[in-house]
């Protein structure tokens, strides 16, 4: 028992320091830590093989709809980034610049990609000519960097993983109608694989991304009430290609504008997963995106038939499709259980000798450590079960959270009131000016706009949470990453 | 026919100007095209899905042997670079140096990885403290940048993709495993997956990674007689990890070097699958990494039942795992053809009225143009079998090609003659000193040692070809790109 404590004494309570918590978990899973190039990540297998099933997974809902995959350059010349205005304000004070190659001195400094929107649209230019070129449906899983000042492992760091998808259209509608399409999926994949609910919708003016027309974002909320925001999707409308001179020519030989959309989701996503699943034990990952499903921990493995019978059921569940290991290590049961737990894997399975007489294992859920006897013989057959019921269950769970969690505000005093009470989101009606928006802010201590919520609401007859003039949306407002 | 025609006259005829016609078909089948950003590819969606293939088989076969997958960052600092004195005097001149992040001077700069050996020995110097911590035997899929004076696409760009797989054992022994384990799944991989026959073996001295103890290649040889080195494994023993202090102990307590590897094959692959295989009509696509192995072309397909059959055929094929792709657009069949060609796509399906009637296809095969009727109600059975002698075909021809411009001599005189007259390598024996192996390749203009092949041959009383000295290898000398 003495190790196991040690182990699990390595992490800070959740409730007592969360942002303590959060990094110890990063830390003892052994997902990521500080490289020696500051701000920067190293990703270690563990937290890597989380993003190549993330990876995986999104890919192929992205290739179902016509998306192409490419790869442009890492580097893009100054002039380049200048093209269009907003864009360039909104990400020059943080890129990092390429002065010298080798010895020599560059003529024009390149800047590291912060996003590609520039390389995309230079491309275009080129190769568009004709109503037959388009549309161009791409994207790029890829890194890039932004010079940020502070970093926290997946939620900030300097350079860090993400898909970023860009894709030009003949019409208006239809690039809208794809910048909701990707929006949904990501709405589908978070929510179904990842087992985060979501509070989605657009963007208020003041928080869209630069050069876009509008930003769609799916907001979730961390167990400190906080909002991550976990995937974007814009659609830029004309003003990127009409400054790059993208244009195409119609059947009736007319040239045309074309519209723009780009959409992405990074690493961040997994600060998400660890934050809104994770326990005073450590990690607990979704069974649909976790690397290892379950691990087989042999109880007494020295007995005669243990390991053999272990290997054997390790066999089997391989041979089923479900993710399985096998902890053969030298260390006590205990100290693996404590293991397994800390690293998130959904299930152990525990088998000793009387298990084996009995012709059962005992399946230990991560989510909320019910112990479930399974015959060895069903076990491939009551395994996924249990993964889908574990799957449903935290959805379920976090679901609850939030629901608890979102507060709804009438007046600013309310707003206060429970800013400065409770932890999560306040549901409230505004005007849409911004210095209500930014007052809002301010007077709360940080609650900032995360979006205009999807699900239709009545706003009719409602008053702005601030200035009490007619309002024209509802908001919902948080403190975020 | 005019158009057809014309699409074909794109390309110039292989033996008139094979790097013309090495450019004209990356670029007709759409593979990259040089970006704004100097010496840097934009990877189009034809060439990036190769790519993806690529990554996806190799990868599986790296895990089947307990790789696992990491990130490390882009970004290096020049301190950490200079760490070992072979790689940085072998890399300094072309690396490309970040001397800001946003508006701020770095007080130290930090270079874009030219390859990442330096990150992982900082990252495992903090990990590695005893013997259970070994082995780590990790990889990543990720781009580095070379300031390249000349480039050429996939063969020599300033950055490029690539995996760098980097190990490390508690063993010589175990490291060297490695190593040739890693070689081995290299020769694999491109002989059975890409077609392309190989003479592989270790690197002379003078041609070895710049602080390895040993370095293995398998080296290709393109249509125009010269060798693309098309991957490389490399063993450096405890250099490295000796200059990073990078340390175990033993279950004795006792202190101990660690043994690196590392090995990568980069995009520069897909220039050999365009030179090995390519033709006047443009790209021949190994079936087993096509991304698409088969095209639909309608004939006469405004004939009612036309398009009906063919999407029929498309969803049937789909359904057998077969990579089907169909052309409904308005060009006439001859334009689809010669397009089809372009892109090397391994089979096209030929469909009209006449076919329908006979209730077959035409299935014409890519690399020999053989037209084959298939009943449709077989094609899902047969068309497998046509796609994997199309393969078998493509490695056998291929050999041929190899086996006919591998040349042997004696004398420099014979190799002079043969370096002037033919195109392809030279098997010529060689007594180990580095100013002979510089004079040979200067004296046969440009014939370089590619390696010392691994096949077995007896060396007694064999002459060095260049000064007649006692013989200690045989060495393959070739021109290389």
Known sequence: MANEKKFVQKITSRNTDFAAWYTDVVKEAKLCEYSSTKGCLNYLPNGYAIWENIQQNLDKRFKETGVENVYLPMLIPESLLNKEK?????????VAWVSHGGDEKLEERLCIRPTSE???????????????????????????????????????SREFLWQEGHTIHATREEAIKRTEMMFQIYQEFVTNE???????????????????????TIEAMMHDGKALQSGTSHFFGNGFPDAFNIKYLDKENNLHSVYETSWGLSTRIIGAIIMVHGDDSGLVLP??????????IPIAAHKEGVMDKAYEILEKLKKANIKTKIDASEKSPG????????LGIPTRIEIGPKDIDNNQVIVVRRDNREKIPVAIDNLEKELPIILENIQKDMYNNAKIFLDNHLYEANTLEEMKEIASEKIGFIKAAWCGSEKCEELIKTETGGFG?????????????????????????????????
Chains 1, 2 share one sequence.
Request: charged share 25%; hydrophobic share 35%.
């Open 194 to 216: 990842l087992a985060i609910p979501l509070i989605s919708g657009k963007k208020t003016e003041s928080e869209k991304f630069a050069g876009a027309e509008d930003t769609y």
């Open 86 to 94: 907003e864009h360039i304000a909104g990400f020059a004070p943080e």
């Open 287 to 296: 069974p649909r995106i976790a690397p290892t499903q379950t691990m087989i």
């Open 118 to 156: 520039t390389l995309f649209c230079d491309l275009w230019q080129k190769q568009v000519k004709s109503y037959r070129d388009l549309p161009l449906i791409w994207n790029q899983w890829n890194s890039v960097l932004r010079w940020e000042k502070t970093t926290r492992p997946f939620l900030r």
């Open 335 to 342: 100290y693996k259980f404590a293991e397994q737990e800390m």
């Open 449 to 481: 706009s995360r979006c205009l919520p999807l699900e239709e609401q009545n706003i009719e007859n409602k008053k702005c949470v601030y200035c009490q003039k007619e309002a024209k949306h509802y908001v919902v407002w948080g403190k975020s990453y």
